[in-house]
């Protein structure tokens, strides 16, 4: 068996619903599949002596978690005042709006369509709430709308899927742009050297414990996959399924899908740098 400490990022052992930092929670929902992992994490956060707390990442319109993720705040005493959204994937949007009825919170996001209330979400904003500061992190690349939200109090950043606690996550093209995603990750290291940042919370999968190593481990990734992709166009693989194909051989099928997405996006961005 592998050292967890040895994967990239070290990820945590253990059961992936509970509490994962001083502030932070996890409520696992129940959507387990081969894109989302374990299933989709919804994260409460608060302040430790705070009535009030901040759900992200409602997930599925799944009844059931939903009212779970109610329940696990009041039982630490806390009532959902915010709900905030990393992405407008079904997976952690789905069920925001029913989210929103149950607990009276706003929705905040970066897509106007996904907002529920007045106020926007972008580039430079504090959301304060009970004590609890969450800073904005613009993370465009796995989607244009795509949001992290640095923790600074837990040294801490939630990624929703621009990070995840295990494998490597999809630029989902059109929508999501390689060289947009590069400077992502950029940013998020950035902030592991800058401001401390050592814990992941991603939006599937495990927590990771070394921040800087999960995310120099993807810039790795990404560029290895660049290379692979060119060498395998300059083989006359011309169409991304062909390419899927040789550079993803050794991948399940099951997941050649999604990773003819970030094929294309890859071809996109070769051809614009005029490398192909």
């Known amino acids: 068996m592998t050292d967890a400490a040895a994967l990239p990022g070290q990820p945590r052992g253990g059961v992936l619903s509970g509490p994962a930092t001083e502030r932070t929670v996890n ?13 989709t994490n919804t994260w409460i956060v608060a302040e430790p002596d705070s009535d009030l707390a901040v759900v992200v990442d409602p997930g599925p319109l799944d009844e059931g978690h939903l ?21 407008g994937h079904a997976d952690h949007s ?14 905040r996001a970066l897509d106007p369509a996904l907002r529920l209330g007045d106020e926007v979400l972008g580039h430079g904003d504090v959301i304060t709430v009970g004590g609890l ?11 244009a709308d795509s949001l992290c939200f640095h923790l600074p109090a837990d040294r801490a950043v939630l990624t929703g899927d621009t990070v995840l606690g295990r ?14 995603y590069l400077d992502s990750l950029r940013r998020l290291r ?44 300059e083989d006359g693989h011309r169409t991304p399924a062909e390419v899927v194909a040789q550079v993803y051989a050794d991948v399940d099928r099951a997941l050649w899908p999604a990773a003819e ?9 070769l051809g614009e740098h005029g490398l192909i």
């Open 67 to 87: 009212r779970r993720v109610i329940e696990t705040a009041e039982e630490s005493g806390r009532r959902v005042a915010l709900t905030l959204l990393t992405h």
């Open 167 to 180: 494998g490597t996550t999809v630029v989902a093209h059109p929508d999501g742009r390689l060289g947009d």
């Open 133 to 143: 500061e969450l800073r904005v992190i613009p993370t465009p690349g796995h989607t």
């Open 261 to 269: 997405l970030s094929v294309r996006a890859q071809l996109d961005y």
């Open 190 to 233: 950035s902030l592991t050297v800058d401001d401390g940042v050592h814990t992941v919370l991603p939006g599937h999968g495990p927590v990771l414990e070394d921040a800087q190593g999960a995310v120099e481990y993807y810039l790795a990734h990404r560029a290895h996959r660049l290379a692979q992709v060119e060498t395998a166009v």
């Open 94 to 107: 789905e069920g925001a709006a029913r989210f929103a009825e149950l607990t009276g919170s706003a929705v």
């Open 27 to 39: 409520v696992l929902a129940p959507n387990p599949s081969a894109m989302t992992l374990d299933g």
